[in-house]
Nanobody
Framework: VQLQASGGGLVQPGGSLRLSCKVS????????LGWYRQAPGKQREMVAI???????NYAGPVKGRFTISRDNARNTVYLQMNNLKPEDTAVYYC?????????WGQGTLVTVSS
């Protein structure tokens, strides 16, 4: 299984970005799809997850600003990020969990700075 994340970049505080994660297999295969991030000098942390039953869960600092969604036809998971803050600066990784394993994408860098 391969996950290809894209959409990162440099954005000013208050701006928006949409991250995409293209999965090489049908996303129906996975129990959970998610986005994680790792800021410099910090541990990787969960940002948002989406279950096969369409239940979502968000980390406290991003609630109300970020939205995780999926396009089953395109085997793609998205993370819409609004009202970005400097503390959102990190490498963002997509993740998928299936009965047979856990898979990670390569990461995409998001930098929020004026």
């Amino acid at each position: 299984v391969q996950l290809q994340a894209s959409g990162g970049g440099l954005v000013q505080p208050g701006g928006s970005l949409r991250l995409s994660c293209k999965v090489s297999e049908s996303i129906f295969s996975f129990n959970v799809l998610g986005w994680y991030r790792q800021a410099p000098g910090k541990q990787r942390e969960m940002v948002a997850i989406l279950t096969s039953g369409s239940v979502t869960n968000y980390a406290g600092p991003v609630k109300g600003r970020f939205t995780i969604s999926r396009d089953n036809a395109r085997n793609t998971v998205y993370l819409q990020m609004n009202n970005l803050k400097p503390e959102d600066t990190a490498v963002y990784y997509c993740n998928s969990v299936a009965l047979v394993g856990v898979y990670w994408g390569q990461g995409t860098l998001v930098t929020v700075s004026s």
